[in-house]
């Protein structure tokens, strides 16, 4: 099974800053992994698949990048709609979920 | 639009059994795999289960593996998760959610809270 392990557990930064979080597969997951959006009391929203690929209506200062076992979501400028906990995911046969970066206003 | 509206969460004891339903709309149901994620009170989300768009295939995480079952029915485009021998770590917010045809979840609904406490 694929564990996957996200760096910081929090990042604490102000608005219009750049927020760069990590996510580490235990194994090389090709480029099968997405990016979610989750705020509390929110349903979660997709970002990103196929590592780099943004789902429907995100924003452009959001990207995605990495193959293998190393990925990284980056948020250009921050605003304030953007404080919220990441999650990456990979997809095969079963899907496993990091442990989440929460990413909190400075 | 396309909804996902999840129903049926509830209190249970420990060792009871619950199903939980998610109802779909605005999307063609029986074209797409689907999933069950939960998100227990301070944990981060955890995929449950998924089903082809047939029912014809189905997956489980290791934990759920033989007490919880995945179902559809493409007829009346719901989706649904029976649960037995429940146990309190089984305390979460239940989400449904579309799958991104291999990429992702990308349509989720608002989740249905399960409960097991005695």
């Known amino acids: 099974e694929v564990v996957l392990t996200q760096s910081p557990g929090t990042l604490s930064l102000s608005p219009g800053e750049r927020a760069t979080l990590s996510c580490r597969a235990s194994?090389?997951?090709?480029?099968?992994l997405a990016w979610y959006q989750h705020k509390p009391g929110q349903a979660p929203r997709l970002l990103i698949y196929?590592?780099?690929s943004r789902a429907t209506a995100i924003p452009d200062r959001f990207s995605g990048s990495g193959s293998g076992t190393d990925f990284t979501l980056t948020i250009s400028r921050l605003e304030p709609v953007d404080f919220a906990v990441y999650y990456c995911?990979?997809?095969?046969?079963?899907?496993?979920f990091g442990q989440g970066t929460k990413v909190e206003i400075k | 639009e396309m909804l996902l509206v999840e129903s049926g969460g509830a209190v249970v004891q420990p060792g009871g059994s619950l199903r939980i339903s998610c109802a779909a709309s605005?999307?063609?149901?029986?074209?797409?795999?689907m999933h069950w994620v939960r998100q227990s009170p301070g944990k981060g989300l955890e995929w449950v289960s998924l089903?082809?768009?047939?029912?014809?295939?189905?997956s489980y995480a290791d934990s759920m593996k033989g007490r919880f079952t995945i179902s559809r029915d493409n007829s009346k485009n719901s989706l649904y998760l029976q649960m037995n021998s429940l146990r309190i770590e089984d305390t979460a917010l239940y989400y449904c959610?579309?799958?991104?045809?291999?990429?992702?979840?990308?349509?989720w609904g608002q989740g249905t809270t399960v409960t097991v406490s005695s």
């Open positions: 605005g999307f063609t149901f029986d074209d797409y795999t």
């Open positions: 959610a579309k799958d991104n045809v291999g990429y992702g979840m990308d349509v």
């Open positions: 995911q990979h997809y095969a046969t079963t899907w496993t």
């Open positions: 194994q090389s997951v090709d480029t099968h």
């Open positions: 089903i082809t768009w047939d029912g014809g295939s189905t």
């Open positions: 196929g590592a780099s």
